[in-house]
């Protein structure tokens, strides 16, 4: 092993996705000298950010929107589980961030009518299956934060894998880590900014919070976020947030073994219109909370590759073909498995689920449905987000389903300034987090999803601008 290579900067940032572009960015152009490391060696590096369908929305709601009504739903969709400053700073900062990005040329499209699509990236991600990243939004996005990092001075260690953070005087003042050829490193900088992107990717603590089977989950993502921000940050004294829930979509089973069956197309809006059921013919969690909340629900199973999700005629043709790259046709097109049988027994037996479970599950749900009582079942089926759709009409069908994980939802706990706090509260001097490493925001009981690129940039902008502050001081 050679000597210690020494790299001193004023700030030194963990990873190369959209948190950590923004975050080397900014502070570059207040004339900071920034340096990321990134542990892919690839010159054109897959993570989340380059692999995102690119829709900028906060809490599926339009970013331009009115703050206070913003913070409010914020808080709203994680049921008061986000940090209110967090929220107030989200709700306050996501304009401003993707104007930000629009003023370095980042290209934006309207999605669709829905305002919530008002700010896609250019060019959009999702126009056929499998995953597409080359040339799309995402890629394009980081390639032009990339070229400004280098216009303004800054610059991408690439290999280089962050390990392990260190202290003097109580702040951090660095990290080390390892280069691809196992050459070991030791950065010392002003701040050090964590933006690892998460710990979807990590087994161990899949197991732990999400999942008594992460091979039964699909990963659906870049595979680079192992939880290693988080590692190193609670190793440092940290605070970490709750770490159950995960932003994700209900997939076809067979994407366990098929990867043209994810990004998409996913069975959200079948699930909650419809049924979603387990091996007894039961179900088992609120369908109408939505996607993600069913995503997670599915996971924490005993066995997350036992879900079936059941409709009819009317579902297949209706919510079926909602959305971009809908089940219906893609599903089929892609090779996932769509069950259909003339009756519900018949349907049972095919899919594996217990015959008689099925049909008085599905026959107190259409009675519950037609006199209104959905709300009064065991468990619940709220109403208010999505039209539920009666299971009646022949011929029957069934698909399938396991949950695919895109990133995490909890991690390390900081403030509004995007600081690592400790146990007590007190920010960390020199030690920032932002991105899907975080948490505080999304989550809750029912694992309330804001958006994982409005999270990621404002509080990337806004770790780097407290650092701009704090370095002129
Ligand atoms: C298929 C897909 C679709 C999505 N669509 C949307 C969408 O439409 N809207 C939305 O809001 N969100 C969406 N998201 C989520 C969003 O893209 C992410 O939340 C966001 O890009 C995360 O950015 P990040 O910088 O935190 O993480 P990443 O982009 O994952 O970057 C983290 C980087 O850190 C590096 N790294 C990890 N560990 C280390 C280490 N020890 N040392 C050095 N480097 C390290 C990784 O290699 C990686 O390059 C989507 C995600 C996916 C996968």
């Known amino acids: 092993m050679g000597e210690k ?23 570059a152009q207040a004339g900071r000298k920034a340096v990321l490391f990134e542990k892919s060696p690839d010159s054109v590096h897959l993570n989340n950010s380059r692999m995102t369908s690119g829709v900028f929305h906060l809490a599926l709601g339009d970013i331009l929107g009115d703050e206070g009504q913003l913070e409010q739903r914020i808080i709203d969709v994680t049921g008061g589980a986000a940090h209110r400053g967090l929220a107030r700073a989200l709700a306050r900062d996501s304009k401003r961030m993707v104007r930000w990005l629009q003023a370095l040329g980042v290209r934006f499209i309207r999605g669709s009518p829905e305002p919530w699509h008002n700010f896609v990236l250019a060019p959009p991600a999702i126009a056929q299956l499998g995953r597409h990243w080359q040339g799309r939004g995402g890629d394009v996005m980081l390639r032009t934060l990339e070229a400004e990092l280098k216009k303004r001075g800054g610059e991408i260690k690439r290999g280089h894998e962050a ?29 050090t900014v964590i933006a690892d992107g998460g710990f979807q990717a990590n087994r161990e603590l899949l197991h732990a919070h999400l999942t008594p089977a992460p091979d039964k989950v699909v990963q659906r993502n870049a595979g680079n976020g192992t939880g290693d921000g988080l590692r190193m940050a609670k190793e440092f004294g940290a605070a970490v947030t709750d770490l159950r829930g995960f932003y994700g979509h209900v997939l076809s089973r067979d994407a366990l073994a098929n990867d043209t069956l994810w990004p998409y197309p ?64 893609n ?22 689920i217990a015959e008689e479970g099925l049909a008085s599950q599905v026959e ?38 396991c949950a695919g994980i895109t990133y995490t939802m909890g991690g390390i706990a900081i ?14 001097a020199g030690l920032y987090a932002a991105g899907s490493t975080v948490g505080g925001l999304e989550g809750g009981e029912k694992a309330g999803y804001l958006g994982g690129l409005c999270v990621t940039g404002v509080t990337a902008l806004r770790a780097a601008e407290h650092i701009i502050g704090a370095l002129d001081d």
């Open 163 to 191: 390990r392990h953070l260190c202290r003097e005087s109580g702040r951090c003042a660095g990290f080390e880590g390892a280069s691809l050829d196992g050459r070991p490193f030791e950065v010392i900088a002003r701040a």
């Open 415 to 428: 403030d509004e300034c995007s600081r690592v706090t400790g146990e007590g509260g007190q920010p960390i």
């Open 266 to 329: 996913w069975a959200d809006e079948l699930a909650r219109s419809c049924l979603v059921v387990g091996a007894d013919g039961k179900r088992f969690a609120d369908e109408g909370l939505g996607g993600v909340y069913l995503a997670n629900r599915i996971a924490a199973l005993p066995d997350p590759a036992s879900a079936t999700v059941v409709f009819d005629q009317a579902g297949w043709e209706g919510p079926g073909t909602e959305r971009f790259l809908p089940p219906n046709p």
């Open 331 to 352: 599903m089929i097109k892609a090779g996932g498995t769509v069950l259909k049988a003339a009756t519900l027994a018949d349907l049972a037996r095919t899919a594996g």
């Open 364 to 401: 107190t749900y259409n009675r519950a449905l037609k006199s209104g009582g959905l709300e009064q079942l065991n468990p619940t089926r709220t109403t208010s987000k999505f039209r539920p759709v009666s299971v009646e009409r022949p011929p029957f069908y069934a698909i399938p389903v």
């Open 5 to 27: 290579a020494k790299i001193t900067c004023d700030v030194a940032v963990i990873g190369a996705g959209l948190a950590g572009l923004t975050a080397g960015v900014r502070a």
